[in-house]
């Protein structure tokens, strides 16, 4: 294999797909990152632990003997990102890995890449075509309310449901439950899921990582029960699926609210954070008030003292008090545009707290118990 | 605002033999040793049995052919905490602000008796705990706590001493190595010595920020210490705990998983009893256990919702210990961990867990903590305990140093 790497393109690629190797393995090969180089199919840059795997594409190839090399992870790093070439001369034999600057010369061992783990390629041919802002939308505004230690249920990650023209995503810690659906699009038939697939949050990081909101569409498939791949403009993500149940979330929304308060975004997030400020660890909640004409957030603490933020509310129905944790409400706030309306659908402090976006959000909040 | 006086440190003469020798009369003045876990090691000994050369963590195998004339008894924490609630009662009738650092040691904000100095105050003190109690303690008194516990370290036994001119501590500082301060053992004062650093008087003469970029900020709360300037405070209620923990030793190790699955659910159920008296909940376990060649390992879950409920928590244990077994290996110590603790009157509810299940599961648990209050605890317990039946049929084993509430240190 020989080929002359655009340095700044190959450190980029290095950025994205470096954090899939395992820094420890009983198979050390994973601990490295394989590049294949060829004329006809382009190159490619790719990593495994073998649960999560990419490939990546990598631009400014010039290739002149195609084949594969493993390239050890951060020692290679190191040469690209210390480097002020413009381009990187990679090449290997059957003794070594040579890389070659214009003053610069390393000769490292290098494995045989035959024993790298075959990385699957997104092969399907029917999919689901999803566009890129919203699948990052999708994943972010779900992603941090799930639990990676969870031992009931699956929740250590994502539910995705697909049907021919949507895809809904849903994460949930027990406490809380995240809820964010969008368009998509069926390409060729594209079979709906079976099961209950849960995509884990190291490749949900992964996919986020790839993408931008002006990429073109996603492609997303689902293998069975097992895996999922996406194909994203650079690069094909594939993840095996959490194992285990995810709960029956449907039955945590509540069937109707007695108070709907639209609110801006902003001037919550900044009220709760401000409430927040004045809790411990061994007094979380905040204690909310919504009233008309105003939000009303007291916070109390021992040793630490009490606070109380007052936000004005265009609401004119009945009043409700309930207890958050404020933590849960700024998880959610700071996902989404602070100039946006949310709107909290209230029954009262037992039940769940829902609140909305215009934009497919739904966000389920269960309150703390406090004797009042 | 609370300016703090000077301080009193107050520790019981060998307590647990001075405890022993109240209700048993015929003990004193000869070797005393008491027993831990099993009866397998000697956890406190008189001065007589110091003298014959018995260490405390001794096992009883080498004991005994040391002082094969001391009698050997077995631990008794419940009578222990008794008395040591006793001798608090009376400290804080010499004082208004006493803290219930442990079974045997208490800190107090030192003010003088009327009509009397505070040397005459720590002996009126001392005095009136033997009298009334049966108890030898000693009492020091100095202008803060690290001083007044080095103090009545240097007066013991059965002493009483008030220091407080700077000349005073400067001789007792300069007697004592720097290892009788509590929090500076063998690693820190090896980290000392290069610098000439070995005794107490050493230590409040160097350079403040030398002694910080030592031993970090508990290095310099200690200089501040030595030198007459009390940083740290008489805490007369316990802080909040982080964490909670249960489990200790087995007394004889097991390869046994049926055993060590006894054993989680046996600290499992003291845990619980824990979290229930402070009012918390767990969010997350851990469990951590310790062979005999020397390995540990360890396994941490959280819980779906913080909880003190046993069939949650154990869903959670379980699959800790499972982690934390090693297949062959010979246990002999777990420790059961309950973390990001969450006030009950605060508690997050589920999402997927109905009321019902709630009230059902929470009617259980009173029912077995109301039929343990009236018959004894541990009257019913989980079946997987079986395998431990000597060790509940031992009365040592149901009270623990760690079931006496409220102090500060262990």
């Known amino acids: 294999m020989k080929a002359l790497c655009n340095r700044k393109g190959l450190l980029a690629a290095f950025g994205m797909v470096s954090g899939v190797a395992p820094t420890r393995s009983p198979k050390p090969i994973l601990q490295n990152l394989k590049l294949v180089v060829d004329t006809e199919d382009g190159s490619t840059l790719m990593a495994t632990d073998l649960e999560v795997g990419i490939r990546y594409r990598v631009l400014g190839v010039k290739v002149d003997q195609p084949g594969s090399v493993i390239l050890p992870t951060a020692r290679m790093q190191q040469i690209l990102a210390t480097s002020s070439d413009d381009e990187i001369a990679i090449e290997a034999d059957s003794e070594g890995l040579t890389v070659r600057g214009l003053r610069s010369q390393f000769r490292l061992p290098a494995e045989d890449p035959d024993l790298f783990p075959e990385v699957p390629d997104f092969g399907a041919t029917s999919y689901h075509v999803v566009g890129a802002a919203d699948l990052r939308r999708l994943i972010r505004r779900t992603m941090f309310a799930t639990d990676v230690e969870s031992t009931r249920y699956a929740l250590g990650g994502v539910l995705v449901e697909l049907s021919s023209e949507a895809i809904a995503m849903v994460g949930t810690d027990g406490r809380r439950l995240a809820k964010m659906s969008a368009g998509a699009e069926s390409e060729n038939d594209a079979p709906v899921p079976q099961g209950m697939p849960v995509i884990p949050v190291k490749a949900l990081k992964l996919i986020e990582r790839n993408l931008s909101d002006d990429d073109p569409p996603v492609h997303l498939t689902i293998q069975g029960t097992t895996a999922v791949l996406v194909r994203t403009h650079n690069a094909v993500i594939y993840s095996r699926l959490v194992e285990g149940r995810f709960p029956r979330y449907q039955d945590v929304f509540p069937a109707k609210a007695d108070v709907k308060i639209p609110m801006e975004v902003g001037s919550l997030r900044l009220a709760v954070e401000q409430a927040s400020i004045v809790t411990s660890d061994e007094s979380r909640g905040v204690d909310f008030n919504f009233a008309p004409e105003a939000l009303t957030l007291a916070s109390q603490a021992a040793d630490v003292g009490s606070s109380r933020i007052e936000l004005p509310l265009g609401y004119e129905g009945k009043s409700v008090e309930i207890t958050f944790d404020p933590r849960y409400l700024i998880d959610a706030l700071k996902n989404l545009d602070d100039a946006s309306t949310i709107t909290a659908e209230l029954i009262d402090h037992k039940n769940a707290a829902v609140f909305k976006t215009d934009d497919g959000y739904s966000y389920v909040v269960m309150p703390l118990t406090r004797e009042r | ?410």
């Open chain 2, 1 to 410: 605002m609370i300016r703090q006086g000077p301080v009193g440190h107050i520790d019981a003469d060998c307590f647990y033999v001075s405890a022993e020798r109240v209700r048993d009369r015929e003990i004193v003045g000869i070797p005393v040793g008491v027993l831990g876990n099993q009866g397998a090691c000697v956890i406190a000994k008189s001065y007589e049995m110091k003298a014959a050369g018995v260490g405390t963590g001794m096992p009883i195998w080498e004991a005994l052919p040391k002082c094969p004339e001391g009698v050997y008894l077995k631990r008794d924490f419940r009578w222990y905490e008794v008395l040591s609630r006793a001798m608090l009662a009376i400290v804080r009738d010499f004082s208004p602000r006493v803290e219930f650092y442990s079974i045997d040691e208490f800190f107090f904000e030192a003010v003088a008796m009327r009509g009397k100095t505070l040397q005459e105050t720590a002996e009126a003190l001392r005095d009136r705990i033997l009298q009334e109690v049966g108890v030898p303690v000693t009492v020091g008194i100095a202008r803060t706590r690290t001083l007044a516990k080095l103090i009545s370290d240097s007066a013991k036994p059965f002493g009483a001493s008030a220091v407080l001119d700077r000349d005073a501590e400067e001789v007792l500082l300069a007697d004592r190595p720097v290892t009788e301060i509590t929090g500076i053992a063998g690693r820190r004062a090896r980290t000392l010595e290069p610098w000439g650093i070995r005794t107490c008087l050493d230590l409040a003469r160097a350079d403040r920020r030398l002694v910080r970029d030592l031993l970090t900020a508990t290095g310099e709360t200690l200089w501040w210490e030595l030198n007459g300037d009390p940083v740290a405070p008489i805490r007369t209620e316990r802080p909040l705990h982080k964490t909670l923990s249960r489990g200790g030793s087995f007394g004889e190790a097991t390869d046994s998983p049926l055993i060590l699955y006894a054993w989680l659910v046996r600290n499992l159920e003291r845990l619980i009893e824990e979290l229930q008296y402070h009012e918390v909940l767990a969010g997350r376990i851990s469990v951590w256990v310790t062979y005999k060649n020397g390995q540990s390992a360890s396994g941490r879950l959280n819980v779906s919702v913080p909880t003190d409920r046993f069939d949650l928590l154990l869903d959670a244990a379980r699959p800790c210990l499972r982690r934390a077994w090693i297949r062959r290996g010979r246990a002999e110590r777990m420790q059961l961990i309950a973390e990001q603790l969450t006030s009950r009157h605060d508690r997050p509810l589920s999402l997927f867990t109905s009321s019902d299940v709630l009230e059902r599961a929470e009617a259980i648990a009173g029912v077995k903590k109301a039929v343990n209050n009236r018959h004894g605890r541990f009257a019913i317990r989980s079946a997987a305990t079986l395998p431990l039946a000597a060790i509940y049929r031992d009365e040592a084993n149901g009270y623990d140093i760690c079931d006496v509430r409220g102090k500060v240190c262990f």
